[in-house]
C-alpha cells in the first residue's frame, strides 16, 4: 500500500514530536532509535525515510520543543513565566516542560548541529521574554537583556538543581522556592 505525502508528512511530524517528549524525558542517549518509532506507533525500518541519522532528529526534536516553549510563554509577564516556571510542577514534568532544562547538559556534549539549535532557542526564549520599547536607550536595553539572561540562566539551574533531588527531598522544593523568590524580587526592586 503506498503512503501519501500528506502521510509521510503526518508520520515526519508524530516522530518528531514524541522525540522531543522522550528526549526531554530520558536525555539523547535514553532513547533508542527502534524505542523511538515504537512509540510513534511506526516501524525502526522506517527511521532513515524520515532522517539521516539520530543527530537530526535530534535537532529537529529540539527545535519542536523550542517552539512549544515560546508559544506557552508568549503572552506571559516575566513574573508569570517566572512562577509558572519554577515550580514543582514543570520539575516533575520533564517530557512537557522546557528543552533547556532537559537538555542543555546533553546539548553541550553534541556536535554543532545541535549546538546552534540551542542557540536559537534560546535567543528565541531570551527574545519572548524581553521588552521591546523602542523608547529606552542603548544602555537600559543592555541592561534589560543581562537581566532576561539572569533570569532564564537562574530558573533553569533552579529546575536543574531540583530534578537532581529525589523526589521527596525537602531539598528539591526548597530549592525552587528560594529561587522563584529570588529572581522575582529583583523584579519587585525596580521603580
Known amino acids: 500500500m503506498k503512503v501519501t505525502k500528506a502521510q509521510v508528512q503526518e508520520n515526519r511530524a508524530r516522530i518528531?514530536?514524541?522525540?522531543?517528549?522522550?528526549?526531554?524525558?530520558?536525555?539523547?542517549?535514553g532513547v533508542?532509535?527502534?524505542?523511538?518509532m515504537a512509540a510513534a506507533g511506526l516501524t525502526h525500518g522506517g527511521f532513515y525515510k524520515h532522517f539521516k541519522?539520530?543527530?537530526?532528529?535530534?535537532?529537529?526534536?529540539?527545535?519542536?520543543?523550542?517552539?512549544?516553549?515560546?508559544?506557552?510563554?508568549?503572552?506571559?509577564?516575566?513574573?508569570?513565566?517566572?512562577?509558572?516556571y519554577v515550580s514543582r510542577q514543570h520539575r516533575d514534568a520533564p517530557g512537557a516542560g522546557c528543552t533547556m532544562a532537559a537538555l542543555c547538559g546533553?546539548?553541550?556534549?553534541?556536535?554543532e548541529s545541535i549546538k546552534a539549535v540551542f542557540a536559537a532557542g534560546i535567543q528565541?526564549?531570551?527574545?519572548?521574554?524581553?521588552?521591546?520599547d523602542a523608547a529606552v536607550g542603548e544602555d537600559a536595553k543592555r541592561e534589560a537583556r543581562a537581566i532576561t539572561i539572569d533570569t532564564i540562566a537562574h530558573a533553569v539551574g533552579a529546575i536543574i538543581l531540583s530534578r537532581a533531588c529525589p523526589d521527596d527531598s525537602p531539598l528539591a522544593d526548597e530549592i525552587l522556592e528560594v529561587c522563584r523568590e529570588r529572581?522575582?524580587?529583583?523584579?519587585?526592586?525596580?521603580p
Not at 528565541?124 to 521591546?132: G, K, P, V
Open 32 to 36: 533508542g532509535v527502534a524505542e523511538l
Open 53 to 84: 541519522s539520530k543527530a537530526d532528529l535530534m535537532a529537529e526534536a529540539a527545535a519542536e520543543g523550542f517552539s512549544q516553549s515560546a508559544a506557552n510563554t508568549a503572552e506571559l509577564n516575566v513574573a508569570a513565566f517566572v512562577n509558572q
Open 183 to 190: 529572581i522575582l524580587s529583583q523584579f519587585e526592586q525596580k
Open 106 to 111: 546533553d546539548a553541550a556534549r553534541q556536535p
Open 16 to 29: 518528531v514530536e514524541m522525540a522531543s517528549v522522550l528526549f526531554r524525558e530520558r536525555g539523547y542517549d
Open 124 to 132: 528565541r526564549q531570551l527574545a519572548t521574554l524581553e521588552s521591546d
